[in-house]
């Protein structure tokens, strides 16, 4: 047994680290990373441009506030600047949500295949995770709200939902917010959401503008292509934005990702090409995958998840393996409680054809 001369709380000693999707395959010249449902065109041209222009100036501390970028999402988005609250990456965000309204023994309400840093943070303040049976690989509203109790503080709700890539419409989550008890906060994780095609869906605005205690998070590490500079932000009601800013750190957010920022989120055109790619290859997925004998669930995301038969020979561990001699990387979810699957980003047109082509080869055997 490993002695701390300092103890931490010992709910944080109960914690596993989270572990991201991998980068490198030993001994492969080459490497096709879909691990982690970045950018499928790499980082936008604009955003390095702006990164290069921004150089010279990265020995003034950061705008504190991150004006400018708040000012920008608020404008491409049509949403009130006051209410945003910029962080590295939502993930901070999360974690700051947990530190200001958690205490020992709160229980926050997560779901079946939820993200699992909302676990983690809330095991870090002490809190009791509840976690809730999805059906059909969907978050169940029903089920939500009777694990609610008076011990609940937060709900979290990722939309769409990672590594499952299915979602909640809007009148879904209209129905979940009257149906919570008016201190109980609702956590609208939508760091997937500019891929979602769906006229039906609502990321959170709507919601935050109704509902004084919901929280919407968005993320520039998706769409943006930009998970490297750490940048994600919130919109929330005045009173819950006000408490974040008391406790966040006065320079969260560094000056290069605010640079790099704004110039994303203002490039519009990079965003659509990234949907309609996105969206081409989602229905190109869902009619070649049933060929090879493979089915994935129905995804609104820049992935899919693939499930693989439990026969010698065909499981998810054997195709992981055999995509990895290929120089493919994919990501395991046997963490998530999905053993026999595989969450597969969507990359760019050669990496999506070698995917496919690997996979028929691996079924084929």
């Known amino acids: 047994m490993v002695h701390y ?15 991201g999707g ?40 950061p705008d504190g506030g991150s004006v400018e970028l708040r000012r920008a ?34 229980q926050v309400v997560v779901t079946q295949y939820a993200f699992l840093m909302y676990r ?7 809190a009791v995770p509840v976690t809730v049976p999805e059906k059909d690989r969907r978050v169940d509203v029903d089920a939500v709200l009777k694990a609610v109790t008076d011990k609940t503080k937060i709900v979290f709700i990722a939309n769409p939902g990672n590594p499952t890539g299915t979602y909640l419409s809007r009148d879904e989550i209209e129905r979940l917010c009257r149906g919570l008890p008016t201190n109980v906060m609702l956590v609208l994780d939508a760091a997937y959401a500019e891929f979602v095609p769906s006229s039906d869906f609502d990321a959170g605005e709507t919601f935050v503008r109704k509902y004084p205690n919901v929280v919407m998070l968005r993320t520039f590490s998706k769409i943006y292509g930009l998970g490297g500079i750490r940048l994600g ?39 659509k090409k990234c949907f309609e790619h996105n969206l081409k290859w989602q229905e190109i997925f869902r009619k070649e995958l049933p060929a090879t004998g493979l089915n994935a669930t129905p995804s609104v995301t820049n992935f899919i998840l693939v499930d693989f038969p439990s ?55």
Request: hydrophobic share 45%.
């Open 311 to 365: 026969e010698a020979g065909k499981t998810a561990a054997e195709a992981d393996k055999f995509l990895q001699s290929k120089g493919i990387i994919v990501r395991a979810v046997a963490s998530y409680g999905l053993p026999d699957s595989l969450r597969m980003t969507i990359g760019n047109d050669e990496e999506n054809e070698a995917l496919l082509a690997a996979l028929r080869e691996f079924m084929a055997r």
């Open 73 to 106: 999402v608020a404008e491409v988005h049509g949403l009130e600047e006051e209410r945003i609250v910029c962080g590295s990456g939502s993930d901070e965000l999360i974690g700051l949500l947990c530190h200001a309204y958690l205490k020992d023994g709160d």
């Open 120 to 126: 983690l943070y809330a095991l870090g303040c002490g």
């Open 5 to 19: 001369p300092v103890p931490a709380h010992e709910s944080i000693m109960s914690l596993s680290p989270y572990v």
């Open 22 to 61: 991998a980068s490198s395959v030993k001994g492969a010249a080459r490497v096709i990373k879909l691990s982690s449902n970045e950018g499928a065109f790499g980082t936008n041209p604009t955003a390095v441009e702006a990164c290069r222009a921004f150089a010279e100036k990265m020995f003034r501390y």
């Open 233 to 271: 932000w919130s919109y929330a009601s005045k009173e819950i934005t006000d408490v974040l800013n008391r406790v966040r750190g006065p320079f969260n957010v560094n000056s290069v990702a605010q640079a790099v920022g704004v110039a994303a989120v203002r490039d519009r055109e990079f965003v």
